[in-house]
């Protein structure tokens, strides 16, 4: 069975400052991954995602994610942090099953 | 382009009373996806239509909840009747691609059972 891990409930970061946040995943052969963003009282809102191809992805807003096969990893970063992305980000893989599996979420909190 | 359209967008109850949400996805989107959303975890897939035929329903508790799509285009989530342990957000998602896709979420409905 699939499953993802986000080991984090909260992130805080200063606005400006690098941020990152976790994700490991375990999967049946080749893994897609996705990361999402839930603002409060909306639904989820796709950020990037991995199929194949470069481990470095890039995506909305200044996000990128980088894909590690050996430590099945898929850590969200930005260079840069802004108030308004504080926010609830949510880390999935999809197999064969085609079903995606969501972590339980990082609430990420950017102080001013 | 409209995105996926969800009503309403609160609904309160009594338990045992019946409950139906709708959902519109995105036009053109045959893959659609019924989540429940408790607070603090993320979203667990309930059922997931490719145009008009459940795939996967394994997770739907079929003794009290049904879905449907009609013509493969909208589609409507019931509960009858509902518990107090229902409450949670229910979230309708479409994509144009099965699996490796990404979704695009409605805002969800927030049921709470009295």
């Known amino acids: 069975a699939q499953s993802v891990a986000q080991p984090e409930d909260q992130v805080n970061v200063a606005e400006g400052n690098p941020l990152t946040v976790k994700c490991t995943y375990s999967?049946?052969?080749?893994?897609?991954l996705f990361w999402y963003v839930q603002y409060p009282n909306r639904g989820l809102q796709f950020l990037l995602k991995?199929?194949?191809?470069?481990?470095l992805v890039k995506g909305s807003y200044g996000f990128e994610a980088e894909f590690n096969k050996s430590q099945t990893s898929f850590h969200l970063k930005k260079p840069s942090a802004l108030v308004s992305d504080s926010a609830l980000y949510f880390c999935?893989?999809?197999?064969?099953?085609?079903?995606?599996?969501f972590g339980r979420g990082t609430s990420l909190i950017v102080h001013p | 382009e409209a995105g996926v359209v969800q009503s309403p967008r609160y609904k309160i109850i009594e338990k045992k009373q019946p409950v139906a949400f709708w959902c519109n996805p995105i036009s053109g989107h045959n893959t659609l996806y019924w989540y429940l959303q408790n607070l603090g975890q993320g979203p667990e897939l309930l059922i997931r239509?490719?145009?008009?035929?459940?795939?996967?329903d394994s997770q739907l508790p079929k003794d009290r909840f049904s879905a449907e799509r009609l013509k493969g285009v909208d589609s409507t989530l019931k509960i009858q009747p509902a518990e107090l342990g229902d409450s949670a957000v229910y979230l309708c998602?479409?994509?144009?691609?099965?699996?490796?896709?990404?979704?695009?979420f409605g805002p969800g409905t927030r049921l709470t059972v009295l």
């Open positions: 999967v049946s052969g080749n893994p897609y």
């Open positions: 998602a479409s994509s144009s691609t099965s699996g490796r896709g990404e979704q695009f």
């Open positions: 991995y199929i194949t191809g470069d481990n």
């Open positions: 999935a893989v999809g197999g064969g099953s085609y079903i995606p599996t």
């Open positions: 239509y490719e145009n008009e035929e459940a795939v996967d």
